[in-house]
């Protein structure tokens, strides 16, 4: 039997921001911008950073859509990003191509990138691919969460897409220090399986990254978050961990049944971590529209 050939669907976005550190403040610029892709301007942050908000003028991904983020904060420069609401990851068509994200991060000597987005919440019979590389400079600092709803749990929609694809290369100082390959298949390979995420829904990665400091940093930092992670976890609703990378990191993980306790940890995870590592309290980004 011949396989139907892919239809070309969709739309090529780009983004390019670069932030600048410019005498103890961050400026950003935009070099190129292409719809459904859009930034309106930073907000000034305490310290000199700035807060930067996504927009995706389609209000979600499309099938179809290849879209491609660039973000490079440069040296001393201290940036926050966030979305304007969950990224909405459409059906795609039954001949249709899937829908593909591309994000490029580059952190420069001892510059601060915090990546806080909402979840990603994929339709029923979305297909679609997310590869991310992140590459720190000596002394860079780095925030960065992701977590993925089950579907639109309202609508019932829970773990009908077609295919999701996330993958994750992270690199400190040239050296490579986290590098992950998830593809999850819901109708082939279920994911209720005990394998697999069991009775939970959500799953959350969070990396929390700067260069340059001892071993022994890192060890104790991965204390202070295991216990906080064990005051956190709830047996059989929302289940917590945090292990060292290779170097320069800790990663945190999250399963649960609800979100919202997702949402709650990872705010909680991320103020131990900027005290630790920065001594600066962490400043949930302010939300719009």
């Keep these: ?37 859009k930034v309106v301007r930073a907000f000034p942050l305490p310290g000199g950073g700035a807060l930067v908000h996504l927009h995706n003028l389609s209000g979600g991904v499309l099938g179809g859509d290849k879209l491609e983020t660039k973000v490079r904060v440069e040296a001393g420069a201290v940036a926050q990003i966030t979305s304007t609401g969950a ?13 593909g994200q591309l994000n490029d991060f580059s952190i420069g000597e001892k510059a601060l990138l915090e990546y806080l ?6 339709f029923a019979g979305a297909r679609y691919r997310q590869q991310t590389n992140i590459e720190l400079a000596a002394g860079a600092g780095l925030f ?25 290369s992270l690199t400190s100082g040239g050296k490579s220090i986290a590098l992950e390959q998830t593809r999850l298949e819901p109708a082939i390979r279920p994911l209720t399986s005990t394998a697999r995420l069991s009775h ?18 890192w060890t104790r930092l991965e204390s202070c978050l295991t ?20 170097a320069d990191g800790v990663v945190v993980r999250a399963v649960s049944r609800n ?24 400043i949930p980004p302010r939300k719009i529209n």
């Design 1 to 37: 039997m011949i396989e139907p050939l892919e239809v070309e669907t969709g739309v090529k976005g780009r983004l390019e921001l670069v932030f600048e550190n410019q005498a103890g403040q961050t400026i950003l610029k935009v070099p190129r911008q292409e719809p459904p892709l």
């Design 87 to 99: 990224a909405r990851l459409y059906r795609s068509g039954p001949n249709g191509q899937a829908s």
């Design 117 to 122: 987005p909402d979840p990603l919440i994929p």
């Design 144 to 168: 960065w969460w992701e977590t993925v709803a089950p579907g639109r749990e309202a609508r019932g929609e829970i773990f009908l897409y077609d295919r999701l694809e996330i993958s994750l």
């Design 200 to 217: 939970y829904r959500y799953f959350s990665s969070f990396y929390i990254c700067r260069g340059g400091l001892e071993k022994a940093a």
């Design 227 to 246: 216990d906080l992670a064990g005051r956190l976890s709830v047996a059989g609703e929302t289940l917590w961990g945090a292990s060292c990378l290779v």
């Design 259 to 282: 979100g919202r306790a997702i949402t709650t940890g990872l705010l909680e995870m991320w103020r131990l971590g900027k005290q630790e590592l920065y001594g600066q309290a962490a």
